[in-house]
């Protein structure tokens, strides 16, 4: 009797396990638009508003090194930002599902104005802009401290976002993670 008892137990376990592996299973649910893994490049393309030259600067997703933003000081960039998988541009991916990405735009050692300049496409339903489209007004492009950079960040998922000015970033979330990570060297 106590041999049929732990056969019965153990098939319960067994069939319990089972369904736990089965529910557990991603290949039958909805896929994400798009994996962290999936944005290997960041892309910023750079039009000065007085003389409407543009610069494309190209960065790898945690990269060890980092492209040079050349900035002027008392210019204004228009700025549009492109994520890729391998070449591929997965921004469409990003816009599709606004509302599950915000971007922060961290410029420790440099004073700026950044705007977002998004259109209705990429405006989250909460009101806050993406930050696919910015517009940069440089002021001074390196404090006295020197070593100016650009660290950007697409968070998924945030709780709470605001496009208000936090310290040196431009943007704050609450909430969510990193899907990508871009950093530049600002220079002169």
């Not at 541009?89 to 050692?109: C, G, M, R, W």
């Amino acid at each position: 009797m106590k041999n049929i008892f732990r056969i019965f137990n153990i098939s319960v376990l067994m069939a319990v396990l089972s369904l736990s592996f089965i529910a557990c299973n991603r290949s039958s649910a909805d896929e994400d638009d798009h994996d962290e893994e999936q944005i290997t490049n960041i892309v910023l393309k750079l039009t000065d508003t007085a003389d409407r030259t543009t610069a494309e600067y190209n960065t790898k997703v945690n990269s060890k090194t980092f492209p040079n933003i050349k900035l002027k000081n008392g210019h204004t960039y228009d700025v549009t930002t492109h994520f890729f998988h391998e070449g591929k541009d997965v921004t469409s991916q990003i816009v599709a599902a606004k509302d599950e990405h915000f971007l922060v735009y961290n410029f420790p050692k440099t004073d700026l104005v950044l705007s977002r300049t998004d259109e209705a496409n990429s405006t989250r339903k909460d009101g806050a802009k993406v930050g696919l489209k910015t517009t940069w007004k440089v002021n001074k492009t390196k404090t006295e401290e020197g070593g100016a950079s650009l660290i950007l960040t697409l968070f998924h998922e945030p709780a709470k976002v605001s496009e208000d000015k936090d310290k040196t970033a431009w943007g704050k979330v609450t909430g969510g993670h990193e899907d990508a990570t871009g950093m530049y060297n600002i220079v002169e």
